[in-house]
């Protein structure tokens, strides 16, 4: 299994600024994905950050926006730019052990709030 | 791309009677693993059930579903809902070509004494 932690665990900021989420791994893994979660929805998937490489991001998402950086197997963070009241939400890194195994373990979640 | 359907958006039991949570997928892939996550108020999501294998019956902490190819469908279901069950259910698919998880809506599940 895989322990991911993730800090801070909530933070309200002002529209336009920019804040940081960063997600720690208790062991080696090959990708972490970034989830976002509106109220009581669906967890949708941000993007993909293998070690190494770009980020690959899905539809509605933009390394502009939300640029995430992966520098070693244990660390990602994740920025919002430009943070605005639509950005409100949780935001769960999450990832699979070494082994490549089905199971996803997600971390605890940061609740963003823009006001 | 692949999909996945909880056509339930809320669903409120009492308690002792039996729990279905529907669960569809469609996906071009002919090998899909099925998933269901249970999300706890507070907590991180965590696997509760997976599935491969057609019409295999799967089962975990008094939770089962079964994968049936036929029908896309790996619905979860429990004989007797308890109090402690309420939560968030989400049913998530992996097709053989990728690794990425795609989500379904969620069901949230609230049992009442």
């Known amino acids: 299994s895989v322990l991911l932690y993730q800090k801070p665990n909530r933070d309200i900021c002002q529209s336009g600024t920019s804040l940081k989420i960063q997600c720690v791994a208790d062991s080696q893994v090959v990708s972490m994905f970034w989830y976002q979660q509106f109220q009581e929805q669906s967890l949708m998937l941000m993007a993909t950050a293998n070690e190494g490489s770009e980020a690959t991001y899905e539809s509605g998402f933009t390394k502009d926006k939300f640029p995430i950086s992966r520098p070693n197997l244990t660390f990602s963070t994740l920025t919002v730019n430009n943070a605005r009241p639509g950005d409100s939400s949780i935001y769960f890194c999450?990832?699979?052990?070494?082994?490549?195994?089905?199971?996803?373990?997600f971390g605890p979640g940061t609740r963003l709030t823009v006001l | 791309g692949d999909s996945v359907t909880q056509k339930e958006g809320l669903v409120t039991l009492t308690e002792g009677l039996p729990v279905m949570l529907n669960c569809t997928y469609q996906?071009?892939?002919?090998?899909?693993?099925l998933f269901w996550y249970v999300h706890y108020l507070n907590e991180s999501p965590r696997l509760l059930l997976k599935s491969s294998t057609d019409n295999k019956r799967t089962e975990h902490q008094g939770f089962h579903a079964t994968l049936h190819k036929s029908s896309s469908s790996f619905h979860l279901q429990k004989s007797s809902a308890q109090l402690s069950d309420s939560a968030l259910y989400y049913c998530a698919l992996r097709n053989n070509a990728g690794a990425k998880l795609t989500f379904g809506g969620g069901t949230r599940l609230t049992v009442r004494p």
């Open positions: 996906t071009i892939y002919s090998n899909a693993f």
């Open positions: 999450s990832s699979r052990d070494r082994l490549g195994g089905y199971e996803q373990y």
